[in-house]
């Protein structure tokens, strides 16, 4: 059974991000001591829905929608470290 934690979690079936985020999972490239596939996907998946468009960037919109991602990523980073150690 593969596994598309963040796809599946979002109900999202998206072959073109599944095979984009391939070289994230077993914590990065199978490093092992990356960070999980899993973490990057969630950051993925937030900024997919409350991220800037490429027509944004440079304008005052893109870098609130930039910002609230980053306020997004900030917490769930936090929690990871808080709970894992990582």
Not at 30 to 40: F, L, N
Not at 56 to 61: F, S, V
């Amino acid at each position: 059974m593969h596994h598309r934690c963040v796809q599946d979690a979002l109900n999202i079936q998206n072959d073109f991000i599944y095979k984009a985020a391939s070289g994230l999972a077993g914590g990065t490239g199978e490093c092992i001591d990356g960070k999980c596939g899993g973490v990057s996907g969630g950051i993925i998946a937030m900024s997919t829905f409350f991220g800037r468009t490429r027509e944004e960037q440079g304008t005052t919109k893109g870098r609130e929608d930039k910002y609230v991602s980053f306020r997004m990523a900030q917490p769930y980073m936090t929690s990871l470290w808080k709970n894992t150690g990582q």
